[in-house]
């Protein structure tokens, strides 16, 4: 079996396995963990790099708190593999974002928890921009357009592609690409006024 046709079987394996647990059946979940830990770990390091070297959350700790989050939260109707990303990449957002508070308010208004945005949306420079100045930004956004706030979160914060979005978002990838470069140029000026 080619790697292609690999991918494609272990994707269907996944589907598979989402949509009975979506349908109750527990005794999927630790089979469905094993297909989905790599990505998910993969991702998590990507989120990991972002974040400020002497960062007190590990990958592995932002993996098992999403997977909590996932397994033990309100029953999603999962309808693929891509969909059951998207929303872990919310998912670790949030637990970043909430770490990032709560350490700000273990300071009493300590230190800003920096990211680099990298090339994704800064240009190819390494900005570095405080997490939480970034949340209130893409909850700006997500009032103004919550589709242009929902592709930055899945491309940004989910590594998703261009075509992964398409899907999730049941738009055309044309679209996708127009309302990314429309939102990466939005954040990119508020970021900037930033102090």
Not at 53 to 73: F, S
Request: with cysteine; charged share 25%; glycine share 4%.
């Amino acid at each position: 079996m080619n790697t292609r046709a690999a991918a494609a079987a272990a994707n269907e394996s996944i589907t598979a396995l989402l949509a009975e647990f979506s349908h109750g059946n527990r005794n999927v979940e630790s089979e469905l963990a094993a297909l989905v830990y790599s990505e998910l770990r993969r991702l998590a390091s990507a989120y990991m790099r972002r974040e400020r070297g002497n960062h007190t959350l590990q990958p592995t700790a932002l993996v098992h708190e999403a997977w909590v989050r996932l397994a033990d939260g309100p029953t999603v109707a999962w309808q693929n593999r891509t969909h059951f990303f998207a929303i872990a990449s919310h998912h670790m957002r949030q637990i970043l974002v909430d770490h990032a508070r709560k350490r700000r308010a273990a300071k009493r208004g300590g230190v800003q928890q920096q990211i680099t945005l990298q090339d994704h949306l800064a240009g190819e420079q390494r900005n570095l921009v405080d997490l939480l100045v970034l949340n209130e930004a893409l909850d700006r956004l997500k009032s103004l357009d919550p589709r242009a706030c929902r592709i930055v979160e899945l491309h940004f914060f989910g590594g998703l592609s261009f075509e992964e979005m398409a899907l999730v978002l049941e738009v055309s990838v044309r679209t996708i690409k127009r309302d990314w470069s429309m939102a990466r140029a939005w954040l990119h000026s508020e970021l900037a006024k930033s102090p």
